[in-house]
């Protein structure tokens, strides 16, 4: 279980992109998190596996407690929550057999990792995680060679030889032709009904929120502005959260 | 087909390709399809063969004899490259080509052996002459700045009598004697001199006639900096016409334009290829020495320079316009004027302004062969042995540099990044205008100024000196006979392989360097962040040196020859290198270290799977861009005491023998063409 208590950034440019912030999500939820860009939703995912220090607040994860954690400790708990990201951060240059391989680094010994060794057991999973996203046959080729959507799915099976228990997702589809949304979310959702794995994801578009998700929480500047079951976002729950002018509009 | 046929006829097929590569390199892989690869194994095999039986019959290069034979150890590499090169033929036959690393392995040892010996490198002479450094190190930190005068003798203030000094002054204490600005530093900043009265103060009644006034005569630096200014602003005005030709889109729609465009792109090629300093050997003979014979020299290859980045920002301007213009009927002058001109004038503003810093730099040794500026006077009084008063140049040029380039800089990111739209129908503030009209005036009087001061002389470019004639004929007549082609051979061998140490050597110390000048790495503690400060700083003052000045210093310590000179293309490679470098790492991209730290991964695994892929090809990139930059400055090396083939081109020069001379020219030429060439290509492959 993860749990957020009073969570505040305020980076040091004055911005306070984090405030107060607090909820929970269970064991197996597929949480979306909503808001208008520039509301903090980044910060918040970044915040929970500390690629940003966050300022106040703490953040549980299966009881232990992450923001006090030590660089050591932190090291075990990032290797059981993988992230996925907007633009995919995948090493451009490098195969997508390596960019897979790098999921295992945080298990792997520092020396023979720096040296491109693992073991066979990685290779083997690396396989395996590859076959799940559907791009076996794409191993050895560089990364940058391969397609939004593909590369995207690199990025899945980055995740996944993490052998996660929660899935950080960045706006996973927002950088991705609209057709290919579905089929990221799918895979996504997928994880979370088969293998039970914790998603958390930040999305744009309504529609996906009820399409995908359990769960909701929705930020506006900073603050939690909803938290529920997406089917309890009506039209003023909606102005609430993405201000008056806003227009409601279906993707697909 | 059965499994079994399959391997049978691949079997035998790779039999086949194995025998290929045996018999000739690279000819199994060219075989195979991979035509790259196979012409680059032969090509090298060809040139590691040429080589080791090259440095083996004429400099006894890895000699070793059995008995009677006599044969070369390098031979021993070589055939391990013949035998990589087959086995990457059976590999490749198999699917799956060989790791480069390995033939690359067998060619180093061969290059590296072949450099250390030809650029006469010797350590021994860095530690039994470490005496000689250090006493040129202490001249060179203690420069002729300050005079003072004990008992009415004059003497050099340097930093420890200056603290002592100032220190005695501050506390009251009585002072050794009066200190003044030395006569050294006057004469390459600029002092107060009586002069004769020039005619139009005499004319306004100012002076009295044939009376003397006292004016401002500016000194060495200054007069470099006026050369570096003129040449500057006679390339640019001269290369916009040339490169309208050189632009095959432009030309490509007149008549005979496609052939004009050929000759103007080869013109360029080859004035480029010639350095600055070599141009300034041949103006010499036109106008005589001084700053003028500079001046003109830097403009030669400053408008082949910009001429050719010109025509090729003309070549890349977006069509879209210019098919429109010309679709109203416009003819092809309205169409440059209307369509092509206001595409590329922020770029070529910018070029320019990149060419200013480069000719600043040129202009700064330029007075080595062709007299004027400060590169004149470092030459003065080097040969007299006077370092410390060399050093005051140094700082000075270091100075001078360092301001050009951050200005050079600053105005070219404000011309290339967008502009704020000007709002339509406003009239300019009268305050803005009065501004302008001030710059406008300041500008013409600094070029009135600085003409003066570079002695440009237009009945001295009319009228050629006499041995001029005499230079282009023998110049085209080139001598191909063995007592010019061996000499030249050997030097332009030993220019190369300096230019490849110096490469090398610069690289692996500028490679820690890079890493401590990348602001995104270095921590925020104080310790890193004045480490980071330190660095930067060591790297921009080496960097606005060129490498001729510091040849002066290098020649006391090891001795006149290539090893000095190597020595001094390592010291700047070093500078360009760590620069080039750590932007390199400025410049990565945050994304994937962000995911790599999400993964778990410690900082190590961090720098080795997300920064190590990102810097490697740049970094390989800029070797190869410096190993070509230090071709073309290894063969002016030599005018200095570096070695190579400026000093077989400035014997011959010397000696007015102009036919060997030219051999030699089209020599450089030939080689700096194919290292352009050659650089750029394997460029393109690693990006």
Known sequence: MLRVENLTKVYPNGTRALKNVSFEVKDGEFLAVIGLSGSGKSTLLRCINRLIEPTSGKVYWDERDVTAASAAEMRTIRRQIGMVFQQFNLVRRSSVMTNVLTGRLGYANTISSSLHLFSAADRRKAFVSLEQVGLEDKADVRADSLSGGQQQRVGIARALMQDPKLILADEPVASLDPVLAHSILKYLEQLNKAQGITVLCSLHFLDLVHRYASSAIALKDGELVFQGKPIEIDDARFKAIYGQEAERVTMM | MTPSKQTLSAASNSFLFIILSLLIPGLGQFWLKRFGRGALIFLSALILGLLVNWSLVHQNIGKVTFGHLATSWLWLPFILFWIWNVLDARALAAGSPLRVSGGLVFAAIILYVVAWNVADVRMDRLIARF??????????????????????????????????????????????????????????????????????????????????????????????????????????????????????????????????????????????????????????????????????????????????????????????????????????????????????????????????????????????????????????????????????ALWAVAIVIIVVDYISEK??????????????????????????????????????????????????????????????????????????????????????????????????????????????????????????????????????????????????????????????????????????????????????????????????????????????????????????????????????GGGGIGLTLTTYFGSLQYHKAGTVVAFIVIVVAVMDFASAKLRQVLI
Request: charged content about 10%; glycine content about 8%; hydrophobic content about 50%.
């Open chain 2, 131 to 392: 005496g000689d450094a250090r006493t040129v190190a202490t001249n060179l930190l203690n420069p002729d700045m300050i005079t003072i005068t004990i008992n009415g003798q004059d003497g050099i203030c340097a930093w420890n009598c200056l603290y002592t000094y100032l220190g005695d002054k501050l506390a009251g204490k009585p002072v050794p004697g009066p200190i003044r600005l030395s006569d050294n530093l006057l004469t390459i900043v600029g002092q107060i001199k009586s002069v004769p009265a020039p005619k139009w103060e005499i004319g306004l009644g100012l002076a009295a006639p044939a009376g003397r006034v006292n004016t401002f005569a500016a000194g060495t630096m200054l007069e470099t900096i006026a050369m570096g200014l003129m040449a500057t602003i006679f390339s640019t005005i001269l290369a916009i016409p040339i490169s309208f030709f050189a632009a095959r889109n432009i030309m490509s729609h007149l008549p005979g334009g496609t052939a004009i465009y050929y000759v103007a792109r080869g013109i360029l090629n080859v004035v480029r290829a010639v350095d600055t300093i070599v141009w300034g050997l041949i103006v010499i003979v036109w106008v005589g020495l001084g700053a003028f014979a500079g001046v003109i020299a830097l403009t030669i290859h400053s408008v082949a320079a910009l001429g050719k980045l010109f025509s090729e920002e003309i070549e890349h301007i977006d069509p879209g316009p210019v098919e429109a213009v010309s679709a109203t009927g416009a003819n092809l002058l309205q169409t440059i004027r209307y369509a092509v001109f206001p595409q590329i004038v922020p770029s070529f503003l910018a070029y320019s302004l990149l060419r200013w810093d480069i000719n600043m730099r040129s202009a700064t040794v330029i007075g080595f062969v062709a007299g004027g500026g400060i590169g004149f006077f470092v030459v003065e009084t080097v040969r007299m042995g006077g370092y410390q008063q060399y050093a005051t």
């Open chain 2, 411 to 640: 105005w070219r990111e404000s011309i290339l990044k967008d502009q704020p739209p000007v709002e339509a129908g406003r009239k300019r503030a009268f305050h803005s205008r009065l501004r302008l009209a001030f710059y406008v005036i300041l500008g013409v009087l600094a070029f009135v100024y600085c003409w003066n001061l570079s002695a440009i002389s237009l009945r001295d470019l009319f009228s050629p000196g006499s041995n001029f004639g005499r230079l282009i004929k023998d110049f085209v007549s080139i001598d191909l006979s063995s007592n010019v082609l061996q000499p030249t051979i050997q030097q332009m061998l030993v220019t190369i392989f300096q230019a490849l140490l110096a490469t090398t050597l610069g690289a692996l110390v500028a490679l820690p360097f890079g890493f401590l000048a990348a602001k995104n790495l270095t921590g925020t503690s104080p310790l890193s962040v004045w480490l980071y400060y330190i660095s930067r700083a060591v790297l921009n003052v080496l960097r606005s040196i060129e490498a001729l000045l510091y040849v002066v210093i290098f020649i006391f310590w090891v001795g006149i020859g290539p090893f000095a000179g190597m020595l001094a293309l390592a010291v700047t490679s070093f500078a360009l290198i760590g620069k080039l470098f750590s932007e390199a790492i400025e410049n990565i991209d945050t994304g994937p270290i962000e995911a790599i730290n999400a993964t778990g991964a410690d900082r190590l695994q961090m720098i080795v799977y997300a920064i190590l892929p990102q810097i490697t090809p740049p970094f390989i990139s800029y070797l190869l861009y410096q190993w070509d930059i230090n071709v073309r400055m290894a063969t002016i090396i030599g005018f200095a």
